[in-house]
């Protein structure tokens, strides 16, 4: 009988650890352990930068920030180790941290529709990354240190940059492996 309970009451807590990583925490309300927060997702409510709060939940697989008025990303976002999706679409963000670099778990990272110029070299420790979105953004060009992901990198979204023939080029021989996308260009100037 004892072990009877104590199998029910060890399947009982898995199950509900596993029901907890798939909850969906749309608001920081929500949240009473930040250490039981595996998805966060804060669409579209007009913040104006990454609540600290966020960067207390080290158990944190996919953060969506998209669609706010964020301008920066802190340093601290080196502190979110297990994350695997950072989706921060439509939003005012010119500069990518160096410290992007530690988010080793990371698996696809959305910087749509923000105004980067410039990607950092501490990118290319991301050898998880197999998607990078940068639709509608100003990167032409990445640090010759990406070539470190060509062989787990599967798509480059780079549609809506202002891309030249030879930015295109000079990234196809840079990373020939993954697919790209973006659009067709001339050399106007």
């Given amino acids: 009988m004892k072990k009877t309970l104590l199998f029910f009451f060890i399947v009982t807590l898995a199950l ?9 925490y749309k608001s920081l309300k929500e949240v009473r352990n930040p250490d039981s927060v595996y998805v966060l997702q804060l669409r579209y409510k007009r913040l104006r930068q990454i609540p600290p709060k ?3 939940m080290r158990n944190l697989r996919r953060l969506d920030l998209g669609r706010n008025f964020i ?3 802190p340093p601290a976002i080196g502190s979110l180790t297990k994350l695997e999706v950072l989706d921060l679409r439509r939003n005012r963000i010119r500069t990518v941290p ?11 990272l959305n910087l749509s529709r923000n105004p980067i110029l410039d990607l950092p070299d ?3 420790s991301l050898t998880k990354l197999e998607e990078l979105i940068l639709w509608c953004t100003g990167v032409i060009a990445f640090p010759p ?3 470190a992901l060509n ?5 480059i979204d780079l549609r809506v940059c202002p891309l030249k023939w030879d930015d295109q080029e000079a990234i196809r021989e840079l990373l020939p492996n993954p697919r790209k996308r973006w659009d067709y260009v001339c050399n106007c100037e």
């Avoid at 509900?16 to 909850?23: E, H």
């Avoid at 160096?98 to 696809?108: A, D, N, Q, S, V």
């Fill in 16 to 24: 509900s650890a596993a029901a907890q990583r798939n909850r969906v």
């Fill in 54 to 56: 966020v960067f207390e």
């Fill in 71 to 73: 301008d920066s990303i």
């Fill in 98 to 108: 160096p410290e992007i670099g530690l988010l080793t778990e990371l698996r696809t």
């Fill in 122 to 124: 501490e990118m290319s």
């Fill in 145 to 147: 240190s990406f070539v």
């Fill in 151 to 155: 062989n787990t990198l599967k798509l």
